[in-house]
């Protein structure tokens, strides 16, 4: 097989009281990459959208990662990528992850998969590093392994995947630009022990309640008492979006990644979909441009569509 | 039935990164508490120990439990107890918790369980706030539930229990004093939040090793980087008990409650008795008495083992 072709997820990160440790795939929206093994080491990319993102290898995020791949085995091995991208980049959902992560894994499927899912992962976080200046894997694992990831470390890289009730996500991706240095600017560096404690009894309850499939333990501990107030700062509505998604029947939800979108996690589909209906109307009311999804959790993460 | 005699265990709370949200029964050491029905409104408190605790009521532990039970019933009911103490005081193994848990399940049984479990534990916390000062329930739950208990939060009381596979338990009591309120006062109110961050990751991966029966993730995650470096200050020869116990092959551990007790959990009872020898080397070497104990995880809580 000299040609594969992938889908690369959105993804969750920063899930409400797991910031910067926790991160949820999704169905919807996600790219499409067809990537093709060359026999000289060199990068061509070609961008099938109209964000016109960069092509130089060094500067795309699909690109640095198989220039990480190809300094590691070294030949004559190079790749050629066909991008679609169909997650919005900068809207909070996990775009640069997809590029990393389908990137990593098509490379490891056309090498005959040489590498393991950790150094899967660690590919793949150098595409993070080159969006964001810091090598998070909090979407990169979901992306990858599919459901909810928890990212319990990073150096040394330790993954594990929570199992989960089937759940549905609701997403409202506002049209305005929050930048994620910005949004990492204004967090204070330092925190009070009585909301750190706080919050990790969120962070256990929320773990305990995907994998005892408690919707109730579930809904009580997505609370954030530490990035949410000072983030959600930064997303006009969010206050009140959260309140009448809850009051609509959602089981919480919070800032996707560093924002804008915004995430709501409800017990089924039609939840899901009068949740969609409560975030389209307060953001018609204050004027600013949206796009909705109403998916699932993904539990397969990137995945294989085709290979020739 | 007008008397019953409970078996209340000892507890470890503050479980390593679970600072006052985790907590664990042991089998031993544990105190039996006999309680009578009386048909007056009054405590009557007789201790069978050496540890000259108090016997008005408003000082005792179990006696403002019994209070409290009384004040919201009426009436003209009272108790009588006897305790036999066999968790030392200031042991820092739930010594406290044990009279007070077994005062609230003893009252409730004799009156025919007309309190749910989370009214019991709040019953129980009264006697908590008289020896500590603060209504805190991490020994509370565990004692009274058995097995792990997540505290997730006191207000509004939030308890869930945690599955766990079997642990072995080594606890070593150096005969020193650590007042809690010196464990209380030595902790900063502030903490960097890439600690925090790395704190709820392994309260994660702890609650998440503890179900999934993943000894190893326990190990990795039974790490605290917030209050262990500054209490085990308090404890002569932790790092080095620590230390030479993970040689021994324990999974970790760490303070118990606020010390000066320490514990680490093993996956087999031989193992935690070679990290009992380890334990009680160092403390020979420096010259502190001790106490210790190979026990597990008593998946019961209190326990009526008579009643007529």
Request: aromatic share 6%; proline share 5%; hydrophobic share 40%.
């Amino acid at each position: 097989m000299s040609t594969v072709k992938v889908k690369c997820p959105g993804t969750v990160a920063n899930l409400v009281c797991g910031f910067d440790i926790l991160g949820l795939a999704l169905h919807e929206p996600a790219d499409i990459m067809e990537v093709k093994l060359l026999d000289e080491p060199r990068v061509i990319i070609h961008n099938r959208d109209a964000y016109n993102l960069p092509t130089e290898p060094e500067k795309n995020v699909a690109g640095v990662v198989f220039l990480s791949v190809m300094e590691r085995i070294g030949g004559h091995t190079g790749f050629e990528v066909t991008i679609e991208k169909h997650i919005k980049p900068g809207s909070g959902i996990g775009s640069s992850a997809a590029s990393a992560a389908g990137a990593a894994v098509a490379a490891n499927h056309l090498l005959g998969n040489i590498f393991t899912s950790d150094e899967v992962v660690q590919f793949a976080m150098n595409g993070e590093k080159l969006a964001s200046g810091v090598k998070h894997a909090d979407n990169i694992a979901p992306c990858i392994l599919g459901g909810i990831s928890l990212i319990r470390s990073i150096h040394p890289l330790d993954i594990v995947s929570i199992p989960s009730p089937d759940l549905y996500v609701t997403v409202i991706h506002p049209q305005i630009e929050v930048r994620t240095s910005d949004a990492r600017q204004i967090l204070k560096q330092q925190v009070l022990l009585k909301d750190a404690i706080r919050q990790w009894g969120n962070i256990a309850g929320l773990v305990t309640g995907f994998m005892k499939n408690d919707y109730d333990l579930i809904g009580r501990s997505l609370e954030d008492v530490i990035i949410e107030p000072v983030r959600s700062i930064l997303i006009p509505g969010f206050d009140e979006v959260k309140r009448k998604c809850k009051e609509a029947g959602a089981l919480g939800g919070g800032i996707s990644g560093s924002g804008p979108s915004i995430f709501m996690l409800s017990k089924d589909d039609s939840t899901a979909k009068a949740v969609e209906s409560v975030m389209q109307e307060v953001y018609n009311k204050i004027g600013i441009d949206y796009h909705t999804y109403v998916t699932m959790i993904n539990k397969k993460g990137v995945e294989i569509v085709a290979g020739y």
